[in-house]
């Protein structure tokens, strides 16, 4: 027990810090350990975003139901993001590299979780201190923006190796931040409810049709700035 607590630890300190850059002999070398380790802390955060309900008297069936939801969030993102861009990365002759940029895209994966994990006090201290709906989806908004961007220096570091090859890689690298945030809010939108309304049933999947996440998320700020 004490060699997996061991070997998970150095997985995390290895993805924080984003070494490993350079191993290109096994690219896909704790693989497993970087998916139970995602998979553990997305489920840890969506636990906390569903306690929402129970705090304010709602169903604390939203918890299990937000605690699975989340880490789809996450892999859907990346299993949408991913096809296009592992295209375009062939078209522009970055095929030799691709095992090793899904690695390190993976790995990127792992430290949003990881980010999120560390941030979940934050939301359950918000949660506590107020009690509107829309800002408590606002507030989570900001926490899954705050774990990406922690993510990106990482998986920078990651990427230094590959743009010293091809300097292609560099507009590679903001093409995938550019399309997983876009699909990203779009599928927490579609995935919702994370949170759960009190007052209303709870339930995995809404039932309304799609709607633009953007002019969503826009409608929320201005009802909160405006009071």
């Given at each position: 027990m004490l060699a997996i607590t061991n070997?998970?630890?150095?997985?995390?300190?290895?993805?924080?810090?984003?070494?490993?850059?350079?191993?290109?002999?096994?690219?896909?070398?704790?693989?497993?350990?970087?998916?139970?380790?995602?998979t553990a802390s997305a489920m840890t955060y969506g636990a906390v975003m569903g306690s929402y309900g129970l705090i304010n008297g709602g169903d604390p069936l939203q918890i299990l139901y937000s605690a699975i939801k989340a880490p789809m969030l996450l892999l859907v993102t990346f299993a949408l993001t991913l096809p296009s861009f592992l295209v375009v990365n062939t078209l522009l002759g970055l095929r030799d590299d691709i095992a090793s940029v899904v690695h390190a895209l993976l790995t990127a994966q792992t430290v949003v979780a990881i980010a999120l994990l560390s941030l979940s006090p934050l939301t359950l201290f918000w949660y506590v201190s107020f009690k509107d709906y829309d800002p408590a989806?606002?507030?989570?908004?900001?926490?899954?923006?705050?774990?990406?961007?922690?993510?990106?220096?990482?998986?920078?570091?990651?990427?230094?190796?590959?743009?010293?090859?091809n300097r292609r890689h560099a507009h590679m690298?903001?093409?995938w931040l550019v399309a997983y945030a876009f699909v990203g809010i779009q599928m927490g939108w579609v995935l919702r409810p994370f949170i759960g309304r009190q007052g209303m049933p709870v339930q995995f999947f809404r039932a309304e049709k799609w709607d633009n996440a953007y002019v969503i998320v826009a409608r929320m700020?201005?009802?909160t700035i405006a009071g």
């Open positions: 070997h998970l630890a150095a997985q995390i300190r290895a993805a924080l810090r984003g070494t490993g850059a350079d191993d290109s002999v096994r690219p896909g070398r704790g693989l497993l350990s970087l998916a139970f380790i995602a989806i606002l507030f989570n908004g900001l926490m899954f923006a705050l774990a990406s961007i922690g993510a990106q220096r990482p998986l920078r570091v990651r990427y230094a190796a590959f743009i010293r090859r690298l903001k093409l700020i201005w009802r």
